[in-house]
């Protein structure tokens, strides 16, 4: 009797805890679906209010093309100065149709929308009299329409209108913000209530498995063996994901270089041949037309600063030198640039190391990486830059005398630091951070020997 009354009494603690752990279940599954119901619907209306943004940029943009076009015909002839007017013109159409049933759904900016497309159908048919006129060779009267103000106040009410909408998707896009703020509060509060529930559920569970003995005995055996194997498991995961991420990363390094190869083949040819077209264009031009001579130059210039944006790139993406020159030389040439640029007092000094190519290019876009990270928040006056051989591998250093943080204050969302890590860790090596507010900051990073090869000559210097 006391055996079945005592059997009756823990069967009826396990089915409470059952149906507590089962309520608590279905609870925690409800508030989890309504919570990504309602976040992806914001998250939605979100996007579609960026898109909007986006599209009345663009519309701003495009009026500007037009206009462009239009001067550069009326003031040329030549007909090939209308074609950003002409792709302006059909990119505006397909955006006016595209805005228009998202401000039908938005009566309260449905006016701004309307008078923003009266006022850029006015400056288009404004722009279309002039080339018109252009056409016909009737230069007083377009000049005459020019004169006027009615371009500039079709101007003014578009960007009026423009701003006006602008302001009104923000509003709208931060109120999407706040409803998704909302429900992740919402599922954060039912989620902690509900590990309470769980908690307490658990707790009669136990109350209950103490007088198992034996049972507990067993089940704490194949607990452990479970988590042994989940351990196995996650270190094996763990690889996995390293490796996957090395992979990724030389994938990177290889689209880069692949990148910089067209532009220097494709983007590089384009240029040239510009440079080309102007300077026959310079050579057959009349004396007597300095000011279309003077555009010429100015477009030669522009030209000449697009082939240097184009090299810049291009060494940013995959340093030549790292490959023709090797790692003291590319590491002399990144670290001279960036003193010539940043007006910061740089001090070299490179031992004879050398390492494979992976390893240069770990070195190269770690001490590349934290020279851009001193560029942007240091505030330093005088940079140091060392790479030098130890007993057991290679050590590279940077240090500033910057403005210094607290290590410990670093965001989780800051990946700079994180990437140079991995990098670092990835070939074998290992990273050291030490800062202080107001002391400067000092980066380091060792590389195994595994990685070293035989020496090239040092470089020691100021940049």
């Given at each position: 009797?006391?055996h079945a009354?005592?059997f009756?009494?823990?069967?009826?603690?396990?089915?409470?805890?059952f149906?507590?752990?089962?309520?608590t279940?279905?609870?925690?599954?409800?508030?989890s679906?309504?919570?990504?119901?309602?976040?992806?619907?914001?998250?939605n209306d979100?996007?579609?209010?960026?898109?909007?943004?986006?599209?009345?940029?663009?519309?701003?943009?495009?009026m500007?093309?037009a206009?462009?076009?239009?001067?550069g015909y009326?003031?040329?002839?030549?007909?090939?100065?209308l074609?950003?007017?002409n792709?302006a013109?059909?990119?505006?159409?397909?955006?006016?149709?595209?805005?228009?049933?998202?401000?039908?759904r938005?009566?309260?900016?449905a006016g701004?929308f309307e008078?923003?497309?009266?006022a850029?159908?006015?400056?288009?048919?404004?722009?279309?009299?002039?080339?018109?006129?252009?056409?016909?060779?009737?230069d007083s009267?377009?000049?005459?329409?020019i004169?006027?103000?009615?371009?500039?106040?079709?101007?003014?009410?578009?960007?009026r209108?423009?701003?006006?909408l602008?302001?009104a998707?923000?509003?709208?896009?931060?109120m999407?913000?706040?409803?998704?703020?909302q429900?992740?509060?919402?599922?954060?509060?039912g989620?902690?209530t509900?590990?309470?529930?769980?908690?307490?559920?658990?707790?009669?569970?136990l109350?209950?498995?103490?007088?198992?003995?034996?049972?507990?005995?067993?089940q704490r055996?194949l607990?452990q063996?479970e988590?042994d194997?989940?351990?196995t498991?996650?270190?094996r995961?763990?690889?996995?994901l390293?490796v996957?991420?090395?992979h990724?990363?030389?994938?990177?390094?290889?689209?880069?270089?692949?990148?910089?190869r067209?532009?220097?083949?494709e983007?590089?040819?384009?240029?040239?041949?510009?440079?080309?077209?102007?300077?026959?264009?310079?050579?057959?031009?009349p004396?007597?037309?300095?000011?279309v001579?003077?555009?010429?130059?100015?477009?030669?210039?522009?030209?000449?600063?697009?082939?240097a944006?184009?090299?810049?790139?291009?060494?940013?993406?995959?340093?030549?030198?790292?490959?023709?020159?090797?790692l003291?030389?590319s590491?002399d040439?990144?670290t001279?640039?960036f003193?010539?640029?940043?007006g910061?007092?740089?001090?070299?000094?490179?031992?004879?190391?050398?390492?494979?190519?992976?390893?240069e290019?770990?070195?190269?876009?770690?001490?590349?990486?934290a020279l851009?990270?001193?560029?942007?928040?240091?505030k330093?006056?005088?940079?140091?830059?060392?790479?030098h051989?130890?007993?057991?591998?290679?050590?590279?250093?940077?240090?500033?005398?910057?403005?210094?943080?607290?290590?410990?204050?670093?965001?989780?969302?800051?990946?700079?630091?994180s990437?140079?890590?991995f990098r670092v860790?990835a070939?074998?090596?290992?990273?050291?951070?030490?800062?202080?507010?107001?002391?400067?900051?000092r980066l380091?990073?060792?590389?195994?020997?595994?990685?070293?090869?035989?020496?090239?000559?040092?470089v020691d210097?100021?940049?």
């Amino acid at each position: 009797m006391i055996h079945a009354t005592s059997f009756l009494s823990r069967w009826r603690a396990v089915a409470l805890s059952f149906l507590l752990a089962l309520v608590t279940a279905t609870a925690l599954l409800l508030i989890s679906e309504t919570s990504y119901r309602r976040s992806v619907a914001a998250i939605n209306d979100a996007t579609q209010v960026f898109d909007v943004r986006l599209d009345v940029r663009r519309l701003l943009r495009l009026m500007v093309d037009a206009e462009t076009g239009q001067r550069g015909y009326l003031l040329t002839g030549r007909e090939e100065y209308l074609a950003p007017y002409n792709q302006a013109v059909r990119e505006i159409g397909e955006l006016l149709r595209r805005l228009g049933p998202h401000y039908v759904r938005h009566p309260q900016q449905a006016g701004d929308f309307e008078a923003m497309a009266r006022a850029i159908e006015r400056k288009l048919s404004e722009i279309d009299t002039t080339l018109k006129l252009r056409r016909e060779g009737k230069d007083s009267a377009w000049q005459g329409l020019i004169d006027t103000d009615i371009g500039k106040d079709a101007q003014d009410t578009i960007r009026r209108s423009a701003d006006k909408l602008e302001q009104a998707e923000l509003q709208r896009l931060n109120m999407h913000q706040d409803q998704i703020n909302q429900t992740l509060l919402i599922a954060r509060l039912g989620v902690a209530t509900m590990t309470v529930l769980s908690v307490l559920a658990f707790y009669f569970y136990l109350k209950q498995t103490r007088a198992l003995g034996e049972q507990r005995e067993r089940q704490r055996a194949l607990l452990q063996a479970e988590r042994d194997l989940l351990e196995t498991e996650v270190e094996r995961r763990t690889e996995d994901l390293t490796v996957l991420a090395r992979h990724l990363q030389h994938a990177q390094e290889s689209e880069r270089s692949h990148l910089a190869r067209e532009l220097h083949d494709e983007l590089g040819a384009l240029l040239t041949s510009a440079k080309l077209d102007v300077a026959r264009l310079q050579s057959r031009l009349p004396s007597a037309a300095p000011e279309v001579a003077e555009r010429l130059r100015h477009l030669n210039a522009a030209l000449n600063d697009g082939i240097a944006l184009k090299r810049r790139i291009i060494e940013d993406l995959r340093p030549s030198a790292l490959s023709h020159l090797g790692l003291t030389v590319s590491l002399d040439i990144l670290t001279r640039e960036f003193g010539q640029r940043s007006g910061l007092a740089v001090h070299t000094a490179f031992d004879p190391v050398q390492l494979d190519e992976s390893g240069e290019l770990t070195v190269y876009r770690f001490v590349q990486e934290a020279l851009t990270n001193i560029a942007k928040y240091a505030k330093a006056g005088r940079v140091d830059v060392g790479l030098h051989a130890t007993d057991d591998g290679v050590e590279v250093t940077v240090q500033d005398d910057g403005a210094g943080f607290d290590p410990a204050q670093v965001r989780r969302s800051a990946h700079g630091l994180s990437g140079m890590r991995f990098r670092v860790e990835a070939e074998g090596g290992r990273m050291q951070l030490k800062s202080q507010p107001g002391q400067g900051t000092r980066l380091t990073a060792w590389l195994p020997l595994a990685t070293a090869a035989d020496a090239e000559p040092a470089v020691d210097g100021t940049a």
